[in-house]
């Protein structure tokens, strides 16, 4: 009985840590968010609708790629092909936190996939990489944590986007919230040299690959960098084993 | 205008194909354990993401027309300082303010 009170406070603290982790974030979900609700109005899509697409598919960059190719007239299949090439990388994602939460049940699975947004696969990982002794009712609450303050912002200022018809002063030059926000996310993850080398190869590959269609420079990249630091990372050991 | 069967159509598949992606390696192998060497690249996600996503809006923002620009090269680098040895929040704070500071400057120039 102790046992499981414990575990539910531990579980209760790590959801709270999870929210706070992620509260600077919501700098960029606001701007982002808005914007989306009044490009989807621009468009010509209703309120319903421009809610309806950030609740049914809650992926910002592929959301805007859709509505401009839906604008342009494109072929629905054209379309789809786009906007799914700008989410290819979370399927990366999943995999890397397939061994974290693969033993929660499949209904906790679906929930926490339909929710994986960028930030609650960065924040997540880096705190179940950093510490490894967490339950799994503690790495769930930390996800869910994280997502909670982020995918609630997403859905309430699409809404006040799209229903002010108004976003965040260009001025305010909030677009850039966006690179930084990322920036912020992956630095604290250049813990060591291999982490250090991937980056690096996925910043070059991103400039010299930068013209190729359907993100495909990204996801060229993360596989280059993966490569890249599981090499640095094979070869360290093998060195310290010889030294 | 974009129709309404052509908006539904694209939303429901989109939403099905990207919980999918989502879905993939987390929901379809549960509790197997991924062979060795996957793991191994699979520590490298996040570093190998994150950089290629930043550094197209950090050379060639849309809000200079793809101009490589000052305000956001140095914004970049001061929130990467301050994200390496401060913290997430100082991180922001130091991207905006330097690309507020550095714009300030050039409009006075």
Same mark, same amino acid.
């Given at each position: 009985?102790r046992r ?7 579980a209760r ?7 706070r ?9 606001v701007?982002y ?5 009044v490009?989807?109005r621009?468009?010509?899509?209703d309120?319903?609708?421009a ?9 910002g960059?592929?959301?805007?790629? $859709?509505?401009?190719?839906?604008? =342009?007239?494109?072929?629905v299949f ?6 799914l ?12 936190l397939q061994?974290?939460?693969g033993?929660?049940?499949?209904r906790?699975?679906?929930?926490? &996939?339909?929710l994986m947004?960028?930030?609650?696969? &960065?924040l997540?990982?880096?705190e @179940?990489?950093?510490?490894p002794?967490?339950?799994?009712? =503690?790495?769930?609450? @930390? @996800?869910f ?9 997403? @859905? ?5 986007g799209?229903?002010?018809g108004r976003?965040?002063?260009?001025e305010?030059?909030l677009?850039?919230?966006v ?6 996310l992956?630095?604290p ?6 982490h250090?080398?991937?980056a690096f190869?996925?910043?070059?590959t ?10 495909? &420079?990204?996801?060229? &990249? $993360?596989?280059?960098?993966m ?5 640095? =990372? ?10 | 205008?974009?129709?309404d ?5 694209v939303?429901?598949?989109l939403?099905?194909g990207?919980?999918l992606?989502r ?7 549960g509790k197997?354990?991924m062979?060795e060497w996957?793991?191994l +690249?699979?520590?490298?996600v996040?570093v ?6 930043i ?6 923002p ?6 490589i620009d000052a305000? +956001?090269?140095?914004?970049? #680098?001061?929130a990467?300082?301050?994200g390496?040895?401060?913290s997430? #929040?100082g991180?922001i ?8 500071a550095v714009?300030?400057l050039q409009?006075?120039?």
């Amino acid at each position: 009985m102790r046992r499981g009170v414990s575990g539910n406070s531990h579980a209760r603290s790590a959801y709270w840590r999870g929210a706070r982790d992620c509260a600077p974030f919501i700098i960029i979900v606001v701007p982002y968010s808005m914007l989306f609700g009044v490009v989807a109005r621009d468009a010509g899509l209703d309120l319903l609708q421009a809610m309806a697409m950030s609740i049914i598919v809650i992926a910002g960059a592929s959301q805007f790629t $859709a509505v401009a190719l839906m604008q =342009e007239h494109a072929p629905v299949f054209i379309v789809l092909l786009a906007a799914l090439a700008v989410n290819a990388r979370m399927a990366m994602y999943s995999a890397a936190l397939q061994p974290h939460v693969g033993r929660a049940p499949v209904r906790l699975r679906a929930i926490m &996939a339909y929710l994986m947004v960028d930030q609650a696969f &960065a924040l997540s990982i880096k705190e @179940y990489d950093d510490h490894p002794d967490m339950r799994l009712r =503690e790495k769930l609450a @930390y @996800y869910f944590g994280v997502i909670t303050p982020a995918c609630g912002a997403w @859905y309430g200022f699409t809404f006040l986007g799209a229903v002010l018809g108004r976003a965040v002063p260009p001025e305010l030059s909030l677009h850039f919230a966006v690179p930084v926000c990322f920036i912020a996310l992956v630095a604290p993850m250049m813990k060591n040299l291999p982490h250090v080398v991937a980056a690096f190869v996925s910043i070059l590959t991103a400039v010299v690959f930068a013209d190729l269609p359907y993100n495909l &420079a990204l996801v060229l &990249a $993360a596989l280059l960098a993966m490569i890249a630091g599981a090499r640095c =990372e094979v070869w360290l050991a093998r060195r310290r084993v010889m030294a | 205008m974009i129709s309404d069967s052509v908006f539904w159509a694209v939303t429901v598949l989109l939403g099905i194909g990207t919980f999918l992606i989502r879905f993939s390696f987390m929901g379809f192998l549960g509790k197997r354990r991924m062979p060795e060497w996957l793991m191994l +690249h699979l520590r490298y996600v996040g570093v190998g993401v994150f950089p290629a996503l930043i550094t197209p809006l950090v050379l060639w923002p849309e809000a200079t027309g793809g101009q490589i620009d000052a305000a +956001h090269l140095l914004g970049a #680098a001061a929130a990467l300082a301050a994200g390496l040895w401060f913290s997430v #929040a100082g991180a922001i704070i130091a991207g905006m303010g330097t690309l507020y500071a550095v714009q300030i400057l050039q409009s006075a120039i």
